[in-house]
């Protein structure tokens, strides 16, 4: 089945999600105190520092406090959508009850930070200025709808999208290895089609990352 690459890991009965979900930390050099460290700290460094730069910069001071665990979670997430493009790997961020569990706490947090500093303004977001009274209990309704199915986006749109890249791809590597000894020209196209098609994957394994933190910082923005 096509979906099976979707089903979690298991080895004598155990689930090994936990284990492919830290794997990746691995991959990232730990800093150390040395002044002259090797290319690939310092490429490490300048690259988190230029998403910490990108992801604070529309908020004020306070929300400065959550720059590590952003960063932290975009790296998390980079390194997993990357590495489940290789081979005989698993990607955890295809599971929606894994990019639930990041996006409704971390909403969570942002919705109760407004709530506990500013919660006039935090409850203004509900009813847009000048609305007419007619419209008030119907636009309080909407608005709160989609306050509240704003972690459900993100979860969904993670996995839709990566879930969806996967499935691309197995079906047209299918298609290339069945039609090689039939229809040798044919092939060859469905293999270059491939090859593209694998170069959008990477980039949108990226973008996808990059997406799920952005729209968190800005969920922030809206309550500090």
């Not at 155990?14 to 990746?24: D, V």
Request: proline share 8%; glycine share 4%.
């Amino acid at each position: 089945s096509f979906f099976d690459q979707f089903s979690s890991p298991c080895l004598l009965g155990i689930p090994l999600i936990l284990l492919s979900t830290l794997f990746p930390t691995l991959l990232l050099p730990s800093p150390n105190n040395r002044w002259i460290t090797n290319r690939l700290s310092t490429l490490q460094l300048w690259f988190i520092n230029f998403i910490t730069k990108q992801l604070m910069m529309p908020l004020n001071k306070n929300g400065h406090k959550w720059a590590l665990i952003l960063t932290s979670l975009m790296m998390l997430l980079l390194t997993i959508n990357l590495l489940g493009l290789l081979p005989y790997t698993f990607t955890p961020t295809t599971q929606l009850s894994m990019n639930m569990a990041l996006a409704f706490p971390l909403w969570l947090a942002t919705l109760l930070t407004g709530l506990r500093n500013q919660p006039s303004m935090s409850l203004g977001h509900l009813l847009p200025e000048g609305t007419p009274t007619p419209l008030i209990p119907a636009l309080i309704l909407i608005e709160t709808t989609s306050l509240l199915i704003r972690p459900l986006a993100l979860g969904v749109r993670l996995t839709a999208n990566l879930t969806a890249g996967h499935l691309l791809i197995q079906l047209i590597s299918t298609a290339s290895a069945v039609l090689l000894p039939i229809i040798p020209a044919v092939s060859i196209l469905t293999t270059t089609i491939l090859l593209l098609l694998t170069i959008l994957e990477v980039a949108v394994a990226m973008i996808q990352a990059y997406v799920f933190v952005l729209l968190l910082s800005l969920y922030l923005q809206e309550n500090i």
